[in-house]
């Protein structure tokens, strides 16, 4: 199983796990941050991720990119979205409120993988559709190239 391919596998045996804000237990709870981090650690990419806390509505009242750094902090590159399209396994952010603050796992874009507090549950979405359509969005991968 190629890495790619482990991280979506990853991140499917997340799905139908509830919502729950700063939890990030598969099964029990986890919310769109925490499903990402948990996801690429236990695919062995990066190591515990500990938030040290956040509020639910950080997004809303802060213009610090808290979710924005973590990520480029692990990620090897950025896609220019213009030309590159997102491959299984890549990081999709989504401006949303003054941040890039809602996460998702792609699967096969547009498809993606991700918690939200509306659907109340970790579920298959297409990343361009619903209410993710006119956010703004910056992609990122753990490899370089087209690995």
């Known amino acids: 199983m190629t890495t790619r391919e482990a991280i979506v596998s990853e991140a499917r045996s997340w799905l139908g796990t509830p919502y729950h804000h700063a939890a990030r237990i598969?099964?029990?709870?986890?919310?769109?941050?925490?499903?990402?981090a948990e996801v690429l650690e236990r695919a062995g990419l990066v190591p515990h991720i500990d938030p040290q806390g956040y509020p639910a509505?950080?997004?809303?009242?802060?213009?610090?990119?808290r979710f924005l750094a973590e990520?480029?902090?692990?990620?090897?590159?950025?896609?220019?979205?213009?030309?590159?399209?997102?491959?299984?396994?890549?990081?999709?952010?989504?401006?949303?409120?003054r941040c890039f603050a809602h996460g998702a796992i792609v699967v096969a874009w547009?498809?993606?993988?991700?918690a939200a507090s509306r659907d109340r549950?970790?579920?298959?979405?297409?990343?361009?559709?619903?209410?993710?359509?006119?956010?703004?969005?910056?992609?990122?991968?753990?490899?370089?190239g087209d690995q």
């Open 57 to 65: 509505d950080w997004m809303q009242h802060r213009n610090e990119e």
């Open 121 to 144: 549950i970790v579920t298959l979405a297409e990343g361009n559709a619903g209410w993710l359509e006119n956010c703004p969005v910056r992609a990122f991968s753990m490899f370089e």
């Open 26 to 36: 598969k099964g029990v709870g986890v919310d769109c941050a925490m499903l990402v």
């Open 110 to 114: 547009p498809l993606v993988i991700h």
């Open 71 to 97: 990520v480029q902090t692990y990620a090897l590159r950025e896609l220019d979205l213009s030309t590159e399209q997102p491959a299984p396994g890549d990081v999709v952010l989504y401006r949303f409120g």
